[in-house]
């Protein structure tokens, strides 16, 4: 990655600030702009009729429900680093966003404390010295603590040592050489997959299962992709599938509103999640749908009733639309580390799992699971969560992903 440090980057970076600034502003005067005008004509409505009633609010619909739009914060060491990251992918200097920006900066705050935990270590221990057999050694407790897995960890340092027995390397080219063994780790199951970014294909019906132990997250990133759906213009549907949890209906339908989607449930006591999942595909395939969103139970009597239950709703939507395109995605809690490796071991035994998505990507120290899930359960990662905000989710980047988990400042 460029050098964040060099006067060119700086001066880039304050190039994209000022037209960031720039087309907020011009952006923040034509929403006033909108506002004024539609509080102008609610203004005549409301003189023309003379029974003012609450017809008026179902005319002026959506103001409650939209989302508000990212503030540009200020221009620091994270939003230099941001621009960085971007430009290093091709981005334009006009290409540029502030919901770009403003993730970016989330997910390397959120790896603060995943980063701290080897980097800033591995950083003091070398300084600008070369890189030894015993800075290896340390290196490999590093990764260990950082939840990377055994198996990728071996990967990285007997790479580093074959590297270490050709060439000598400093401090910063060693870092170097490790955020590219780390990323080629992470790509390897999504190179295999054949699909880079995992979007909805036109055209079809696609069923993304969310499925997962308690408490990981699933209800929140379904909610979280319904918005990142429907913003993208995909017609979106959810079909609330976890009867067990009494609260999660009620959880999924404040995510739907927040997205403009609609929840396809059945509220009565012991509902059948596939008769749900039934339901929701009649209605999709009635609306043209082109991402329906099952979120499933966490947590059942039994750890074979899960299972059963995820085979019962797939048979479903074989049987109804054999020509659909299933994801089954499995989530993840990225701060219970080897927990959350167990548990996609075991869900990937059981169940037909095509991805996963790693959430709680703030604040935890253990960010480096997702290589080992990459690595020893062979899942493209799809998306990623850092926070509980409806925008806190995009699609995964193993390269922003490393360069974040690595950034050295
Ligand atoms: N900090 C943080 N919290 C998150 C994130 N994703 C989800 N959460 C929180 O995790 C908690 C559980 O989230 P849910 O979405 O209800 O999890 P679930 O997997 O649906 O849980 P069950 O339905 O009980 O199995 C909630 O308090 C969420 O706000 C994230 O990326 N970051
Ligand atoms: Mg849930």
Redesign the pocket.
């Known amino acids: 990655m460029t050098n964040i440090d060099s006067d060119n980057s700086r001066e880039w970076a304050a190039q994209a600030y000022a037209l960031l600034k720039k087309r907020q502003e011009e952006q923040k005067q034509e929403l006033q702009k909108q506002e004024e005008q539609k509080q102008e004509l609610q203004k005549q409505e409301e003189q023309k009729q003379e029974l003012i009633d609450n017809t008026n609010k179902e005319k002026f619909p959506g103001q409650s429900k939209t989302i508000a739009e990212t503030e540009l914060g200020e221009f620091d060491d994270n939003f230099t680093w941001s621009a960085m990251v971007l430009a290093a992918q091709g981005k334009k200097i006009n290409q540029i966003s502030i919901d770009e920006i403003d993730w970016l900066t989330k997910l390397r705050r959120?790896l603060e404390e995943t980063r701290k935990g080897f980097v800033t270590e591995l950083l003091d221990k070398l300084g600008d010295d070369p890189l030894t057999p015993e800075s290896l050694d340390d290196l490999e407790t590093l990764l260990i603590r950082a939840d990377v897995g055994i198996d990728s960890t071996d990967k990285v340092i007997n790479s580093l040592r074959t590297k270490l027995n050709e060439e000598v390397l400093g401090g910063e080219a060693g870092i170097k050489f490790l955020k590219k063994e780390l990323k080629l780790i992470i790509d390897k199951p999504i190179k295999n997959s054949g699909t880079d970014i995992l979007v909805p294909q036109k055209g079809k019906l696609n069923v993304w299962l969310?499925v997962?132990?308690?408490?990981?997250?699933?209800?929140?990133?379904?909610?979280?992709l319904a918005y990142l759906s429907s913003k993208s213009n995909y017609k979106t549907l959810i079909a609330a599938a976890?009867t067990?949890?009494a609260a999660?209906v009620e959880?999924l339908k404040v995510w739907g509103d927040r997205s403009n989607v609609d929840v396809i449930s059945n509220q009565s006591k012991n509902a059948d999640p596939a008769a749900v999942v039934f339901d929701a595909i009649n209605s999709a395939k009635k609306r043209n749908v082109d991402l329906l969103l099952v979120?499933t139970?966490?947590?059942l009597q039994t750890k074979n009733n899960l299972m059963d239950e995820l085979a019962k709703i797939k048979k479903i939507i074989d049987k109804k639309v054999p020509d659909a395109i299933v994801e089954s995605l499995l989530?993840l809690?990225?701060?219970q580390g080897q927990n959350g490796l167990k548990q996609a071991k075991s869900f990937a035994k059981s169940a037909d799992l095509s991805g996963a998505i790693i959430?709680?990507?703030?604040?935890t120290s253990r960010g480096g699971v997702s290589l080992a899930v990459s690595e020893e359960v062979n899942l493209p990662i799809r998306f990623?969560?850092?926070?509980?905000g409806i925008k806190?989710?995009r699609p995964f980047n193993s390269y922003e992903f490393v360069e974040a988990m690595l950034a050295d400042k």
């Open positions: 959120g969310l997962g132990v308690n408490g990981v997250g699933k209800t929140t990133t379904l909610g979280k976890d067990f949890r999660a959880q979120d139970a966490g947590r989530v809690d990225a701060s959430t709680k990507l703030d604040g990623i969560g850092a926070g509980e806190d989710l």
